[in-house]
């Protein structure tokens, strides 16, 4: 085990040896093992968006065990994914790549102000399942944000128990933000917060931009010259908001977009003191090789082997 991933172990005092077993299972697989970096394929999109405007422009993803593939020979250091897809493949590929069950979902086939999601799934099923870790989605800024923390607290509490991390999506939405307060950087720092105080392992954030969304936050933003001006300033303050960086924070990949956006993305998140991202979209929407590709270079942009 290297020293960079012996470190990050000692930020979880709290953890029993099972929760850092599997942690150091996350942090020691796939092309970026022993680095202290994350690149996770996530594969949630079919049931968050539809499964047409999810694969459809790529029809071999429609099968959930091209995803266990995709993740496998990318070399990523985990795949996660709803109950479906895992049970769909967790036999066939059992021990090859370390799983996250995603234990809440949400569809847009009625489109709400304030966003919920539902339990799909349980700590039971992960452990069934062979996973290191659940996912978790929460919302701050709805109007059900209060029982969606209560609803996680519970639930980590059931997966430490069970020697399993926690990871949180934590994603700014609802009437409580406008549309560009979901990533303004007081409202991505305050979530990933958040997500820590809730007792996360790991915090999925999607990438701040440089707008400031709350008036008495952003007094205190400009009164103490946060600096933000860059993107990778951006991700160092963010990360700096989850305990001063002894949380792990990975980035959302986002929508599709093109190669050169995607690479000056991961140096900000990269040179900001990100620890990695996590990239669905991006990923399962290209051909196999394309994505292999991709992902090697957002491999290497975090290993320090390309520029």
Not at 188 to 208: D, E, R, S, W
Request: proline fraction near 5%; aromatic fraction near 8%.
């Amino acid at each position: 085990m290297s020293e960079r991933v012996k470190e990050i172990l000692s930020w979880y005092g709290s953890d029993s040896p099972g929760t850092l077993t599997n942690l150091a299972r996350l942090l020691t697989a796939g092309t970026l093992a022993g680095t202290g970096k994350l690149v996770i394929l996530p594969v949630d999109q079919g049931v968050e968006h539809g499964p047409a405007r999810s694969f459809a422009v790529n029809p071999p993803a429609y099968d959930p065990r091209y995803h266990f593939e995709l993740a496998i020979e990318a070399g990523c250091n985990a795949y996660a994914a709803p109950l479906g897809f895992l049970e769909a493949g967790a036999r066939e590929f059992a021990g090859r790549v370390p799983l996250i069950l995603k234990l809440n979902n949400h569809d847009v086939l009625l489109e709400e102000k304030d966003p919920n999601q539902a339990i799909t799934g349980s700590v039971r099923d992960a452990l069934r399942l062979g996973c290191v870790a659940i996912g978790f989605t929460i919302y701050p800024g709805s109007e059900h944000r209060l029982s969606m923390y209560e609803q996680i607290r519970a639930m980590a509490e059931e997966a430490k128990a069970s020697g399993l991390a926690v990871v949180i999506w934590s994603y700014p939405r609802g009437s409580g933000l406008s549309k560009d307060g979901e990533t303004a950087t007081d409202v991505t720092a305050y979530a990933a917060h958040i997500a820590a105080q809730l007792g996360a392992h790991i915090i999925k954030v999607k990438l701040p931009s440089a707008h400031l969304e709350q008036a008495a936050a952003k007094k205190v933003y400009e009164a103490t010259q946060v600096p933000i001006g860059t993107l990778a300033e951006r991700v160092r303050h963010v990360v700096q908001a989850a305990f001063n960086g002894r949380r792990i924070v990975i980035f959302s990949g986002g929508a599709a977009a093109k190669d050169d956006q995607v690479f000056d993305e991961v140096r900000a998140i990269r040179d900001g003191g990100g620890f990695g991202s996590i990239i669905g979209r991006n990923s399962f929407q290209r051909k196999k090789p394309d994505a292999l590709k991709f992902l090697g270079t957002v491999m290497g942009l975090y290993a320090g082997t390309q520029k």
